[in-house]
């Protein structure tokens, strides 16, 4: 049992867990993440590793209510317990010295560009970070991203905070003013990832993105999370979650994280909240 | 025993266990074989000539006393037959139910010289089963501690193995295990209809309660490397990972949605219960015609499974010929009285989705056996412009596992093979590196239980004696 030492609500749909996990806390490294199971009847969901506190010995995850296992999830608070937390799981950043790098970060993607922005900036990089919502009250960490970045741009798709437009927009004008890039990181979801890379293929600017496909045992295990890179078969728990942007079967990863449409929304339907115990449970 | 009372015994017909019919069957994922009833089970321990030169001891592999445990069965000793066996084999209830027999203990039981063999498997599978049932389950002494500690790497049978044997002799045992329960294959892999999933609770229960500590959801090579247990108080390590890494075709169509690996089929089904989805969480496509390639034990378990889900058809695909299929027979037995359908000298060649990229089809090629290969088996060919296509929407692909690399990638001075299989000594279970020992599939690829706790009993020795004398 994982008991939630802290719960902050950053959006309706998105809040910020701090969870007892000492021996995550002191392994873990930017880029990597658990997977978690709620209880007996859950299932086993990816979550990035946003933060850790080795003196606290707790790992900080940001989790968007999407469907039933984050609905649950964003339905527990403080003092509550999770079932099972494992990680650290998949490979950590490739961390150097790249010059400038800009991160790029998308609606929940913010949540695993974070650590890799704090990590960038302590290895001596400039770091630019363009990050943006669909509206004001969805975007998060701004205050976090503003201390690790050198320079923070902020969008939002309906303009009620910062540029009015996308993320993308933004990194094609810091590369047409001729800055120079060493790395772009780009995070959210999969369109927008699938759209900063367009961006930077004709430059050749070297562009990591994280994936996140549909996993089961986040081990190698099972293939579940398998994406087609540069033509190969690879396994996003154990081989990535990051990889060369420029190489991903973007479509290939939209459609597949589309298998259970129709299960999940039996899923959400069979399962209604209580308020009386802050829970979601089945009808 | 004389020769008139040999004879006497001959006469006795192999009992038959009860099955749940088939038709039944098929829609629940209740155990199929029901076991004997203690009537039944003396009866066929009778059956036992009880061998000067028991021939059937040689033939499983940890060497059990079978024709003791066989006689107090016989006896209506039920409770001691089951900690005879529990001497050498940790887990009677399992083996009992999924050791292939009939290539090793019965193979080359006397009485099954001049007709059908004792069934060893049943009378183990059932003395296990009335202890577990019947009797209070009793844990043997165990020593004070030595002051030495042991790690172990995995949860499967080999894992349970090692950490049993090495707790009974004093040492401080951890057993560290990626997923979030212990059983390994026995959990994730193997079906509740043929192992039920409390069984494998409970055996793990025993080993626990004899003093092995088990940290679940703990992957070893992320959360810490096996030189950081050696230096962290471990004096020394059993790794037994498995063979977890499931092998695609590589063809054309393998990504689309309903493809699945036996692994992740068998995992979301067992470990994560979609079968009772959505009471659990965690769901499956179900599919209206299903196909499963392969021939093995895997592909079987996978077939059957697939088949309570009550879709229309599931047929296996396999490129050789009834006879090169490695599953074992009653496996293949039960699935054709369940219905299920074969479709031999077959490969498939590439899957076929709709624009939603969901699996509908899967073009095959017939084969035809050639000149036999370095397995001995006729080599398989295909026959030029045989295509076809048959309407599938779920396909399984079971062709075999590989080892997971996420242990030598932390560890590179653990020498694996070309295939990333561990090489250890033989005799000892001992790696390339000092302190660290390995069995079980990791070892070996995909084989068996009791060869996996057969490698655990071996290794478990060796490490006594290196953790008495520190000598590598
Ligand atoms: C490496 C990795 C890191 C991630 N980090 C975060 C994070 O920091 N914060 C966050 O909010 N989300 C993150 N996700 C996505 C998160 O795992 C899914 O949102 C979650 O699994 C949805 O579960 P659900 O039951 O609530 O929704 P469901 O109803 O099951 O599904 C809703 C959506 O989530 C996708 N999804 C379903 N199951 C999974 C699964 N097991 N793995 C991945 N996606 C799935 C589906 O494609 C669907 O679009 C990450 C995913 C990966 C692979
Ligand atoms: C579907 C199927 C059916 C089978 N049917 C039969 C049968 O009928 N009869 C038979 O005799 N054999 C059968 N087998 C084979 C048998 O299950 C295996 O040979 C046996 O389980 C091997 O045992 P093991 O202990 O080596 O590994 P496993 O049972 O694979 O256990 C390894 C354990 O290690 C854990 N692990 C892996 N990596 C790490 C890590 N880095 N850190 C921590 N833990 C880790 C895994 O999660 C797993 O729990 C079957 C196999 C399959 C897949
Ligand atoms: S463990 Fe397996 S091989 Fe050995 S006696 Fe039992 S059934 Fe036979
Ligand atoms: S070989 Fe057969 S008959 Fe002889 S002791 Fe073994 S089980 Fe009994
Ligand atoms: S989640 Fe199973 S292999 Fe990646």
Redesign the interface.
């Known amino acids: 049992m994982f008991e939630i030492a802290e719960k902050k609500q950053l959006s309706h749909t998105v809040a910020l867990f701090k969870i007892k996990a000492p021996?995550?806390a002191k392994?873990r490294k930017a880029g990597q993440f658990i997977i978690i199971?709620l209880n007996e009847?859950?299932?086993?969901i990816p979550l990035t590793i946003v933060d850790s506190d080795n003196s606290e010995g707790t790992i900080t995850i940001i989790s968007q209510e999407v469907g039933?296992?984050t609905s649950m999830l964003g339905a527990l608070g403080k003092g509550d317990t999770i079932?099972?937390?494992?990680?650290?799981?998949g490979k950590a950043t490739h961390i150097e010295n790249f010059g400038t790098a800009v991160c790029v970060g998308g609606g929940i993607g913010i949540a695993p560009v974070y650590p890799i922005a704090k990590a960038l900036k302590a290895a001596g990089n400039k770091v630019i970070s363009i990050i943006g919502a669909r509206t004001k009250e969805l975007l998060i960490l701004e205050h976090e991203m503003r201390k690790t970045s050198d320079e923070l741009i902020v969008t939002t798709d309906d303009g009620s905070y910062g540029h009015h437009g996308f993320v993308t927009q933004i990194l094609q004008k810091l590369i047409d003013e001729q800055t120079k890039i060493g790395l772009v990181v780009g995070i959210g979801p999969v369109p927008m990832m699938r759209a900063v890379c367009n961006v930077t293929r004709p430059y050749k600017i070297h562009t990591v993105v994280s994936l996140n496909p549909i996993m089961?045992?986040g081990?190698?295990?099972?293939?579940?999370c398998?994406?087609?890179i540069g033509g190969k078969?690879k396994f996003v728990c154990?081989d990535g979650p990051e990889f060369d942007g420029h190489e991903v079967d973007f479509d290939?990863l939209i459609?597949?994280n589309?298998?259970?449409l129709k299960?999940?929304k039996?899923?959400m339907e069979?399962a209604t909240y209580h308020e009386g115990t802050r829970c979601y449970e089945?009808r | 025993m004389d020769p008139k009372e040999i004879k006497e015994r001959m006469k006795i017909p192999r009992q038959a266990m009860s099955e749940q019919d088939p038709k039944e069957r098929v829609k629940n994922f209740y155990e199929v074989p029901q076991g004997y009833t203690p009537e039944l089970a003396m009866q066929e321990a009778k059956r036992c000539i009880q061998c000067k030169n028991p021939l059937c001891v040689g033939g499983c592999p940890v060497n059990i006393d079978i024709p003791w445990f066989v006689r107090l069965i016989a006896e209506g000793k039920f409770v001691d037959a089951a900690k005879k066996l529990k001497e050498t084999n940790a887990l009677p209830a399992v083996c009992g139910r999924v050791c292939p027999q009939e290539d090793q203990c019965e193979k080359v039981c006397l009485v099954g010289k001049k007709g059908q063999p004792v069934s060893i498997g049943r009378l183990e599978r059932f003395a296990a089963d009335y202890e577990r049932e019947h009797a209070e389950v009793t844990i043997p002494n165990i020593p004070k501690w030595t002051g030495k500690k042991v790690a172990v790497v995995g949860a499967g049978p080999a894992g349970l193995t090692v950490a049993g044997d090495l707790v009974k002799r004093g040492h401080k045992v951890t057993i560290f295990e990626?997923?979030?329960v212990a059983g390994g294959v026995l959990m994730y892999g193997i079906p509740e209809f043929r192992l039920p999933k409390k069984i494998v609770e409970s055996e793990v229960e025993y080993v626990k309660k004899m003093g092995v500590e088990i940290v679940?959801?703990?992957?070893i090579g992320?959360?810490?490397t096996i030189d950081e247990l050696l230096l962290n108080g471990y004096n020394a390590v059993f790794i037994g990972t498995g063979a977890?890494?499931?092998v695609?075709m590589?063809i054309p169509g393998?990504?689309l949605?309903?493809v699945?690996?036996a692994?992740?089929y068998l995992?979301?089904l067992n470990l994560?219960?979609a079968y009772q989805?959505?009471?659990?969480?965690?769901?499956v496509?179900r599919g209206k015609k299903v196909a499963v390639v392969g021939g093995g034990n895997t592909a079987m378990d996978a077939a059957r499974t697939a088949l309570r889900l009550c879709p229309e058809e599931v047929t296996i695909i396999y490129r050789r010929s009834r006879e090169e299929m490695p599953a074992r027979i009653e496996e293949v037995h039960h699935g054709e009285e369940e219905g299920l359908k074969f479709m031999l000298l077959t490969n498939p060649t590439r899957f076929i989705g709709d624009d939603?990229?969901r699996l509908k089809k899967v073009e095959c090629i017939k084969m035809e056996l050639g000149e036999p290969d370095e397995s001995g088996r006729r080599r398989p060919v295909p026959v030029k412009g045989s295509e076809f296509q048959i309407d599938v929407d779920v396909a399984i692909v079971a062709i075999g596992n590989g080892a997971?690399?996420?242990i030598p990638q932390t560890s590179p001075d653990i020498k694996v093979n070309k295939w990333g299989n561990i090489t250890v000594n033989q005799d000892t279970g001992r790696t390339s590196k000092k302190g660290v020992f390995s069995g079980g599939d990791i070892v070996r690829g995909g084989a068996t239980v009791i060869l996996a706790m057969g490698d655990g009993r071996k290794a478990a020795d060796s490490i006594h004696e290196y953790l008495a004398t520190g000598v590598w």
């Not at chain 1, 009847?41 to 086993?44: L, S, T, V």
């Not at chain 1, 081990?219 to 579940?224: D, K, Y």
């Not at chain 2, 989805?277 to 769901?283: A, C, G, I, L, N």
């Open positions: 021996m995550i392994k199971r009847h859950g299932e086993r039933k296992t079932m099972d937390v494992v990680g650290p799981l089961v045992d081990t190698g295990m099972c293939g579940s398998r994406v087609t078969n154990v290939e459609r597949r589309r298998s259970y299960e999940e039996i899923a069979e089945r | 990626a997923l979030h679940c959801n703990a992957v992320k959360l810490e977890g890494l499931p695609f590589n393998e990504n949605i309903g699945y690996s692994n992740e995992t979301r994560m219960r989805f959505p009471e659990y969480d965690t769901p496509l939603e990229a997971n690399p996420l």
